[in-house]
């Protein structure tokens, strides 16, 4: 038969992650060397840091880092900063992306500069299919609605702002893509499609909104962000929750 290569246990172990199976993929991963000749590299050990991640075992995902026979890479950090995100420990996502900024300042996430008080804060975002860009203003008081109806609860963990609580919640309702999908959503015809271009990477509890607002309109709500596609349809996204 033909002989596993380095690439395919890349994705064995990305089958493994996708899975939860953490048995397997340590027998996978110590087959490598043992039955095939093949030195596990740094995506490799990424791979297992995923596995436990998605499986919910963060604190043992930060202790295989700990003990990798290399200095972590910033792959190795990028990929804890999503799994720490996926999981909801904010500290740990800070951490990581201290580390990963640490390594590579182009991974800095703008949101977490400093930024004025949200009132006067602009998002900009493109409407596919129209080519144009358009600044917002304004605060999406339907969407405030509609998304309340459904049992949506904001995530005031990504706001970094200190302010009240009340403040916070609207706070988030300035992010350029929530606006850019209001605008859409009156401005272009029911049940099509709506595609929106996002220059940031799109943070938790926008796409935990964007995921009811699919249901609710019954459209399909496609963002792309600087990480990759995300497919919104019937409450559900193409990522699965990991980005």
Known sequence: GIAPTAHTFTLVLNACANSEAIEEAFLYFDAMSRDHGIEPGVEHYVGIIEVLGKSGHLNEAVEYIEKLPFEPTDTVWESLLNLARMNGDIDLEDRAEELLVSLDPTKVNPKKLPTPPPKRRL??????????????????????????????????????????????????????????????????????????????????????????????????????????????KDGKCSCGDYW
């Not at 596919?128 to 963990?157: A, C, F, H, S, W």
């Not at 249901?215 to 990759?228: A, F, P, Q, S, T």
Request: glycine share 4%; with cysteine.
């Open 123 to 232: 998002g900009i975002n493109m409407l596919d299919g129209r080519n144009k860009l358009v600044e917002y203003r304004l605060p999406p008081k339907i969407e405030k609605k509609v998304v309340n109806e459904q049992r949506y609860v904001p995530d005031t963990r990504y706001v970094l702002h200190d302010i009240d609580q009340e403040a916070k919640e609207q706070a988030l309702l300035y992010h350029s893509e929530r606006l850019a999908i209001a605008y859409g959503l009156i401005s272009t015809p029911a049940r099509t499609p709506l595609r929106i271009i996002k220059n940031l990477r799109i943070c938790g509890d926008c796409h935990n909104a964007i995921k009811i607002m699919s249901r609710i309109v019954g459209r399909e709500l496609i963002v792309r962000d600087n990480k990759r596609f995300h497919h919104f």
